[in-house]
């Protein structure tokens, strides 16, 4: 990875490339392959995984075998800085959906270079800091869309889409032309194309359901 590519990230904005090197020199690099664990919810970790490729989901375990992907991140992005930050234990866990390469920063060694170059170290929580400050925007955004965004459920008034996933209580969901599918409400996403519901099956099997093809929905 040239040094070049490192400077276009947001992590490194406005961080000369002499800068990078020096974080780059105080990171480990770790190769990783499909399907393999970053960390997992509740692990103890004091440690900041910046993606050089690859891709990593990051998901929360419901109960049983279900777990919720929160999102999904790619070269450029960073995993675990709250930990990092805080060392509090891992708030979601993280696994690759492709063999991807790492660099992983931990406090003892950031400390070496808030010791030997603060100025360096100053800029770099400068820009970690907007990172956190860009996702909590956009989780009170989806927080507050999710408290709006409510349907007529049979038998129950208007509930909540986000409180039927949390609880993953068995739904069938009426679709226009007559269809109809049973099964729990994993998630809500919204994307410029609109609303969407990802259903678990009673078969095991996932489907993405487009929230405007949805006439009602009842829980069983």
Same mark, same amino acid.
Not at 82 to 101: H, K, L
């Given at each position: ?52 490729? #690859? ?56 400390? #070496? ?41 049979? #038998? ?37 194309? #609109? ?26």
């Amino acid at each position: 990875m040239r040094l070049v590519e490192l400077d276009k990230w947001r992590l490194f904005a406005d961080l000369a490339a002499s800068d990078v090197d020096v974080i780059v020199a105080a990171c480990e690099e770790r190769f990783l392959m499909t399907d393999e664990e970053l960390f997992s919810e509740g692990d103890s970790g004091d440690s900041l995984w910046i993606i050089q490729s #690859g891709r990593v989901d990051v998901f929360k375990h419901i109960r049983g075998d279900i777990d919720r992907t929160l999102a999904s991140l790619g070269p450029g992005d960073v995993i675990g800085e709250m930990s990092f930050i805080d060392q509090s234990r891992r708030s979601a866990g993280a696994r690759t959906v492709e063999p991807g390469e790492f660099l992983v920063l931990t406090r003892n060694s950031f400390q #070496g270079v808030q010791r030997e170059r603060p100025e360096i170290a100053a800029g770099f929580y400068r820009n970690l800091a907007s990172i956190l400050a860009a996702r909590l925007r956009t989780t009170n955004e989806l927080y507050r869309e999710s408290v709006a965004f409510s349907i007529e459920a049979t #038998g129950a008034g208007r509930l909540n889409l986000m409180a039927l996933s949390e609880e993953l209580r068995p739904v069938t969901i009426y679709l226009s032309g007559g269809i109809f599918m049973t099964g729990r409400i994993l998630q809500m996403d919204s994307s410029p194309a #609109g609303y969407t519901l990802v259903l678990k099956e009673k078969s095991g099997k996932i489907a993405i359901v487009p929230y405007h093809a949805v006439q009602r929905i009842e829980i069983d």
